[in-house]
């Protein structure tokens, strides 16, 4: 007979590796930043998994305790610093730059540049938003090739795509429409 897994493990659906996850309270959800927190248990062993969930959920309940301390007390969570960005001070900048050119991160991204200035390799695209890309898109498909379908210009923008698809419906009910793409 199989024993119940505790309350908060469970098995991945597609994988079968054990998961941890406890819910955050509602009133706590903004000072956590989540609503659930999960951690895979990384084994398909129940056993195993056994041993290592109750650590677990204990530092699950600490990080839901220290939020309640916080909202108690009136101060933030402590803030994970991996994303923070350091403004160094003039007189530290070229020591600086000196470390992180002879570390193998700089070696990399100096090659990766010096291939780019070649023409070797292509630099890294600028993240795009979707009006953009829709924009552009309007630009190089439609009036590229069929200018009478575009009413406004590309950078007055459509309020929306319906706008768009309605004006390529109408042009579709003329019959001296071209369909060959």
Do not use: C
Request: aromatic share 8%; no cysteine.
């Amino acid at each position: 007979m199989k024993m119940a897994l505790p309350r908060g493990m469970y098995p991945h659906p597609k994988t079968g590796v054990y998961w941890v996850r406890k819910d955050v309270p509602r009133d706590l959800q903004g000072l956590v930043g989540k609503t659930s927190l999960k951690l895979t248990l990384g084994t398909k062993d129940r056993r195993k998994a056994d041993a290592l969930f109750h650590d677990v959920m204990k530092q699950f309940v600490a990080q839901i305790d220290a939020a309640k301390t916080a909202k108690a007390t009136g101060k933030s969570m402590p803030t994970d610093y991996s994303n923070v960005v350091i403004e160094i001070e003039p007189q530290f900048q070229a020591g600086m730059k000196a470390i992180y050119e002879t570390s193998p991160q700089g070696q990399i991204a100096k090659m990766r540049e010096e291939l780019a200035q070649a023409g070797l390799s292509k630099p890294k695209r600028e993240a795009v938003s979707m009006k953009a890309l829709f924009e552009r898109w309007i630009v190089i498909r439609i009036v590229g090739e069929k200018p009478s379908l575009l009413r406004r210009s590309p950078s007055q923008g459509f309020a929306d795509q319906n706008q768009f698809g309605v004006h390529l419906y109408e042009d579709r009910q003329n019959p001296a429409h071209d369909y060959r793409q």
